[in-house]
């Protein structure tokens, strides 16, 4: 019953498990780039952004054999540098309307769910965490553990779920 989602990965995470983001592409999932390393933009210069993103970028690329599209800055922050290097490098800065606040220590299924839901109106796009390399150990845990709440809500409110390429998101 899992729809298909975008994935942003981070090079880092898929140089440890190539084969994962392999078997993320091939059932379906778009994989969209979230940096190399999860670093603030705001801290790296120009050549720095653009390394990292076309790192993560060729990396992305070469496991699936299809280069992504997306990118979603660590904190939801870009600069000038990030713009132009998404330009360059052919990728769509991408946001999200929603989100779980799944990372935080104190984060529960129902926090999760009751986060994300009341954020969003008319549909959206959510932002939750499949690692928790960057968050709270085990955060992951209770992201999955929100997922069917999530997923229920969405199908009574009549919201399709899926990849951001099938809701004619601009750009993609």
């Known amino acids: 019953r899992m729809p298909r989602a975008t994935f942003f990965l981070l090079g880092s995470m898929l140089a440890r ?12 999932h778009e994989i969209g780039i979230h940096g190399w390393h999860h ?10 952004t653009y390394d990292d993103l076309a790192r993560a970028r060729d990396a992305v690329a070469e496991v699936t054999g299809r280069p992504p599209t997306l990118f979603r800055p660590p904190y939801g922050v870009m600069n000038t540098a990030a713009h132009l290097t998404c330009r360059r490098l052919g990728l769509t800065p991408t946001l999200w309307t929603a989100w779980g606040e799944d990372w935080r220590k104190r984060a529960t299924p129902d926090s999760v769910h009751r ?5 969003l109106s008319g549909g959206g796009t959510i932002l939750l965490h499949d690692s928790d390399c960057t968050s709270a150990p085990d955060s992951w845990r209770t992201t999955l553990a929100a997922l069917p709440r999530v997923l ?8 399709r779920v899926g990849p951001l390429r099938e809701h004619g998101v601009p750009g993609l």
């Open 17 to 28: 498990s190539p084969g994962l983001a392999k078997e993320m592409a091939a059932a379906g």
């Open 152 to 159: 229920d809500t969405c199908e009574t409110r009549g919201w």
């Open 115 to 119: 986060t994300v839901t009341r954020d």
């Open 39 to 48: 670093r603030p933009l705001l801290l790296r210069g120009p050549r720095a």
